[in-house]
């Protein structure tokens, strides 16, 4: 079984880039992974996913918003630039299963503030 | 504002029978996109509970149950017990200009009276 962990700074400033890693365990190289965020008391927003044959992303954070992967280190990567108090959540990575277009695994998830 | 819908709140007695809907629309359900379901329970992170419409993951009970028709989906959940007091997300893909998409509910929170 799939096991992700999310690491990486819980306090961001405003206009600062946020920066977080996924750690995985368990997995095989036909895996493909997503991060999702959730503000506080809100749903689920999808951030993008990460397949073989490139980064695809919600458009509505398309334009500062970064996924890469280091597959010798069973790592992948967020990078949300010039944040804001909006982007204020606990941010998810899970792994996006290509076959039914879904999540299986998700992490505990990671909480960063935006604040000054 | 989610591209799918959900209600905000759905209640239930133990025992009882919750059904829980999620409405898409032509470019996402309706567009032949399976959908997904994902229970949260408090402080923790979403579990898939329900994929490809109307299939159970390993361990998750058989009084729990999808479907689809049309531009919509449900979550039926018999025989309710209080473990079953979590917030359930409904998801799927969505075909846009930009391109194809997921795309969540904005969520219920069910109750157990």
């Known amino acids: 079984q799939v096991q992700l962990q999310e690491s990486g700074p819980g306090l961001v400033k405003p206009s600062e880039t946020l920066s977080l890693t996924c750690t995985v365990s368990?997995?095989?190289?036909?895996?493909?992974w997503g991060w999702i965020r959730q503000p506080p008391g809100k749903g689920l927003e999808w951030i993008g996913n990460l397949y073989h044959s490139g980064t695809y992303y919600n458009p509505s954070l398309k334009s500062r918003v970064t996924i890469s992967v280091d597959v010798s280190q069973n790592q992948f990567f967020l990078e949300v630039r010039s944040v804001t108090a909006a982007d204020t959540a606990v941010y998810y990575c899970a792994n996006w299963n290509m076959g039914a277009y879904n999540f299986d695994f998700w992490g505990p998830g990671t909480l960063v503030t935006v604040s000054s | 504002q989610s591209v799918l819908t959900q209600p905000p709140s759905v209640s239930g007695a133990p025992g009882q029978r919750v059904t829980i809907s999620c409405t898409g629309s032509s470019s996402n359900i309706g567009a032949g996109y399976d959908v997904h379901w994902y229970q949260q329970l408090p402080g923790t992170a979403p579990k898939l509970l329900i994929y490809g419409n109307n299939n159970r993951p390993s361990g998750v009970p058989d009084r729990i149950s999808g479907s689809k028709s049309g531009t919509s989906a449900s979550l039926a959940i018999t025989g309710l017990q209080a473990e079953d007091e979590a917030d359930y997300y409904c998801?799927?893909?969505?075909?846009?200009?930009?391109?194809?998409?997921?795309?969540f509910g904005g969520g219920t929170k069910l109750t157990v009276l």
């Open positions: 998801q799927s893909y969505d075909s846009s200009l930009s391109g194809s998409d997921v795309v």
């Open positions: 368990g997995y095989s190289s036909d895996y493909y």
